[in-house]
Nanobody, 124 residues
Framework: QVQLVESGGGLVQTGGSLRLSCAVS????????MGWFRQTPGRERDFVAG????????YYEDSVQGRFTISRDNAKNLLYLQMNSLKPEDTAVYYC?????????????????WGQGTLVTVSS
């Protein structure tokens, strides 16, 4: 059974930092590209960041470029999202996900496995 479990969410003030983790079991993440998405009530789940199998290439949504960093530890089957300079508009439930492809890494539809999400709240 494949499980992705996010952790590290919480309440933080504007300008603060959080580090999200995604612990994966049931698959070897070294065979997958990985991504982080986020969703707010009434809106679609949007791409935030993605990383290829080996970690050499990272992709970011424009609004988080330069503030967020995605990384992975394949040996530990872990995915991370370091979030700095947080803004109230970053408030959302954050999800990690796994996909076998790279070409459509920004597309929600290409992902096979999803976590349950962790809530990030940024106060103004």
């Amino acid at each position: 059974q494949v499980q992705l479990v996010e952790s590290g969410g919480g309440l933080v003030q504007t300008g603060g930092s959080l580090r999200l983790s995604c612990a994966v079991s049931g698959i070897t993440i070294g065979h997958f590209s990985m991504g982080w998405f986020r969703q707010t009530p009434g809106r679609e789940r949007d791409f935030v960041a993605g990383i290829n199998w080996g970690g050499e290439f990272q992709y970011y949504e424009d609004s988080v470029q330069g503030r967020f960093t995605i990384s992975r530890d394949n040996a530990k089957n872990l995915l991370y999202l370091q979030m700095n300079s947080l803004k109230p508009e970053d408030t959302a439930v954050y999800y990690c996900a796994a996909t076998t492809g790279l070409e459509h890494i920004k597309s929600r539809a290409s992902y096979l496995y999803w976590g349950q999400g962790t809530l990030v709240t940024v106060s103004s």
